[in-house]
């Protein structure tokens, strides 16, 4: 079956710093990946996503590039803001885009 | 843009009683919800797709008759999770599909003690 391995958190960084997250996944197919975002208290936003191999989502300073070769999707940014403080979630849909299969959830807390 | 409102965002009940879960899209219309849960450090796992008008398809290995799915409107869905143990304690999340996107509510905290 479909899964997503994102990497443990939490991560702790000082604002302007570089993120990564890892993310990679396994599925039948050609899956579309996303980044999902969850604020405290707030339900789960879609930061991006990609459709197809070699695509970059991208949004809000924050990008992944679907890597069919490594089946990865690691979300990147170039300089962290104390506003970016939020759980990121990796996942993936193989067919509908309705149906989602999650990672764990990554804890992102930015410091000034 | 589109909004879904989850409510209650938090409850506790006592073990053996029923705690009913709300998802509304408030300004568009849903014929299809999804229920979500997810334990402590763990993935949010799909329980259960919810369709206006027919009977909720489960997920393998999830409970029918535990958890009873309603999707009686356009705009709401609800999740009855039925003689609740502390087993069932954990975070229950639903999203509604707007076509093309799917939008999350933010999700209810569910502790039985």
């Known amino acids: 079956g479909n899964s997503v391995t994102q990497m443990e958190g939490p991560v702790t960084l000082s604002e302007e710093a570089f993120l990564t997250i890892n993310c990679t996944y396994t599925a039948t197919g050609y899956p579309s990946l996303f980044w999902y975002v969850q604020y405290p208290g707030e339900g789960l936003q879609l930061l991006l996503k990609?459709?197809?191999?070699?695509d970059k989502g991208s949004n809000k300073g924050f990008e992944a590039t679907y890597r069919k070769e490594t089946t990865s999707f690691h979300l990147e940014k170039g300089s962290v803001q104390v506003s970016d403080s939020a759980v990121y979630f990796c996942a993936l849909s193989d067919g509908s885009n309705y149906k989602l299969t999650f990672g764990k959830g990554t804890l992102l807390t930015v410091n000034p | 843009g589109a909004v879904v409102s989850q409510h209650p965002s938090w409850v506790i009940c006592k073990s053996g009683t029923s705690v009913k879960i709300e998802c509304r899209s408030l300004?568009?219309?849903?014929?299809?919800m999804f229920w979500y849960r997810q334990f402590p450090k763990q993935s949010l796992m799909l329980m259960a797709t919810s369709n206006e008008g027919s009977k909720a398809t489960y997920e393998q290995g999830v409970e029918k008759d535990k958890f009873l799915i309603n999707h009686a409107s356009l705009t709401l869905s609800t999740l009855t999770v039925t003689s609740a143990h502390p087993e069932d304690s954990s975070f229950y999340i639903c999203?509604?599909?707007?076509?093309?996107?799917?939008?999350f509510g933010s999700g209810t905290r569910l502790t039985v003690v």
């Open positions: 300004d568009f219309q849903a014929t299809t």
């Open positions: 999203s509604a599909r707007d076509s093309p996107a799917v939008t």
């Open positions: 990609a459709t197809k191999a070699d």
